[in-house]
């Protein structure tokens, strides 16, 4: 699971108390052979100074290493999605490793102390890393100076999960909502751009617009009582509050680290036909025929009148979603994976 500092821990409340507790747990069978282990919390500031994150890492390192010798592993795959990590590469006696860039983390603070630490280990990750993937256009072009061979593989979306031919019951806590039902789904952090949804809450106060995740309360959005809070949902519910939405969105900020971002849910919202309008975002480009991209306020509101009217172009969402299911994925990155041991093999 991803890496807590102690201040998170005390800073999450309940949350942080669970988290300590499934570390305290140690190592749990999730199923068949899929085993979970929650890092302990450590010390803050790793990510601002490169001795904490190598005073870390020695010690999440050591962790692991006691782990892998426990369960008996043979041929290890040291696999980082953060960069955090990157100094463990070619210290765990993994057989091979790999490092798939998921975000501009650099540019997720602007802080230049934050900054220089994050692109130094960046730095070791796609220098020592065997395999280096991608999953935007923007993060393979920048990450290609340094690593020419790297792989651009978008992520993937469970598409069985989400395209159910039978009827999803409409979950509660939405149905006795009226209608239009703007939804949106996913982690309400930074990215979002709260104004642009006042500016809809004000401007449509028909328009129930529904918000599912976590970070954001009731007082962030206390001027417009047609903003919902359903708060965070159980991923296999999704596919439900989904189809009882009218329209879905997103509504991300456009500036800072966006030409990097490829929103996931935009795949989930494809799989269950939904109409998307969303902000300007590059990577969407290529979906430009099924998702309206807005360049400013007006424009958004303006698309998502649209979407309420128009009926959508199912089948192409549902096409495209299908062909970035994870099982396509999976099966593309591990014979990429396997080709690299077999070139080191015969090398």
Known sequence: ESQLSLLHILKDGPAGLKRLARWLRGLRQEKNNLYVYTAPPLFP???????????????????????????GFKDVLLWLYSINSSVLLKKMNEKASVYYCIDDFSSEINIPKRKKTMLFLEDLAL????????????????????????????????????????????PAD???????????????????????????AQKRSGWQ???????????DFKDCPNIRLLGWKKHDLLPAYIMGMDACIIPYRTD???????????????????????????ELEEFSDVVKLSRDKADFMRNLELSLKEPPATEKMKSISAALSWEGRIELISGIIAETLYKEKQD
């Open 45 to 71: 500031f790793g990510n601002y100074f490169i001795s904490l994150n190598y005073f870390n890492q020695a010690v999440l390192g050591f962790i692991l290493r006691r782990l892998i010798r426990r369960m």
């Open 127 to 170: 220098t020592n890393a065997g395999t280096v993937f991608a999953c935007t256009r923007a993060l393979a072009g920048d990450r290609r100076k340094k690593r020419p061979d790297l792989h651009f593989i978008r992520n993937g979306v469970s598409f069985s999960s989400f395209d159910k031919k039978e009827g999803w019951p409409v």
């Open 174 to 200: 939405l149905k006795d909502l009226p209608s239009p039902k703007i939804g949106f789904i996913g982690t309400l952090d930074s990215r979002i751009d709260t104004q642009l949804l006042r500016y809809l």
């Open 209 to 219: 617009i529904v918000l599912i995740g976590k970070n954001l309360s009731r007082q």
């Open 256 to 282: 800072g680290f966006r030409a990097y971002i490829f929103p996931l849910k935009t795949l989930e919202y494809f799989a269950c036909g939904k109409p998307v309008v969303s902000t300007y975002l590059p």
